[in-house]
């Protein structure tokens, strides 16, 4: 799943179309900040981001945005579900606020 | 944190989605269930700090089932008494180390996973009446002056 030629570029343009502009700081490596219309667009795309659940399998059970995958963050260093293309858009949630 | 664990990992395009479920769940989007019933689950009664401290001195029945992180058991201490430690993540694999025949007062951080917990412990046939979360979690308990331990 390769993003960066053509694909990434695109959804942000799309996104920016969305949100007026207002789009998630680009810096390489930097962690990004992606908000709630931004990830369900990115989502409903052909090639959608690499989505983590961070907490438990209990409660992955329960609840998660669908097409995620659970790796909770103790077990991220030793987890082999990450996607071994490290250009690969990789976006983390948890619970949130509340 | 996970996002920060990835960039140190090498993964160059890394995104934090901050509102997570619940700002998910507030724009009304689309969320997943293995078992929608199983998430909504009647819950047994929370237990209060003040009630929790008595039982403690009192009842041996009692065990409480710290499922923090490591991070906040260094951060907030632990309540002292009776203790199995057992982070929420690993429970699914290790919830057999649980006795079923004692009290089991669930605790977390602000009572926010607990629930979750004791619905997992509900599905694998542990007794309503002998499980119960601390109300508030270790918060509410530091808040209303009762004792910790360092961890």
């Known amino acids: ?98 | 944190m996970a996002a920060g664990q990835a960039v140190a990992m090498g993964y160059h395009n890394t995104y934090w989605y901050k509102e997570g479920l619940a700002g998910w769940k507030k724009s009304h989007n689309l969320l997943e269930s293995l078992n929608f019933n199983y998430a909504h689950r009647k819950l047994p009664e929370p237990i209060e700090p003040q009630t929790l401290l008595k039982e403690l001195g009192s009842n041996p029945r009692y065990i409480l089932v710290d499922i923090r992180d490591t991070q906040s058991r260094q951060k907030d201490g632990l309540i002292a008494g009776p203790t199995e430690v057992l982070p929420l993540y690993r429970l699914h694999t290790d919830y057999e180390q649980l006795p079923d025949d004692k009290i089991l007062v669930i605790y977390d951080i602000r009572a926010k996973q607990a629930p979750a917990a004791i619905r997992f412990l509900l599905e694998k046939k542990y007794y309503f009446t002998h499980l119960t979360y601390l109300k508030g979690g270790i918060s509410a308990w530091k808040t209303e002056g009762l004792p910790v331990k360092a961890f």
């Not at chain 1, 390489?28 to 795309?45: G, H, N, S, V, Y």
């Not at chain 1, 995958?69 to 082999?80: D, G, K």
Request: glycine content about 8%; overall charge negative; hydrophobic content about 40%.
């Open chain 1, 1 to 98: 799943m390769r993003h960066r030629g053509f694909f990434l570029p695109t959804v942000l343009v799309g996104l920016a179309l969305i949100t007026g502009g207002n789009l998630p700081c680009l810096a390489a490596d930097d962690i990004q900040i992606i908000t709630t219309p931004e990830l369900k667009t990115w989502l409903e795309a052909d090639q959608k981001p690499f989505l983590v659940y961070t907490l438990s399998q209990v409660e992955f059970y329960e609840e998660r945005i669908p097409g995620s995958v659970c790796i909770p963050t103790e077990q991220m260093q030793t987890s082999r579900e990450l996607p071994p293309n490290m250009d690969t858009p990789v976006v983390f949630y948890c619970l949130g606020p509340g």
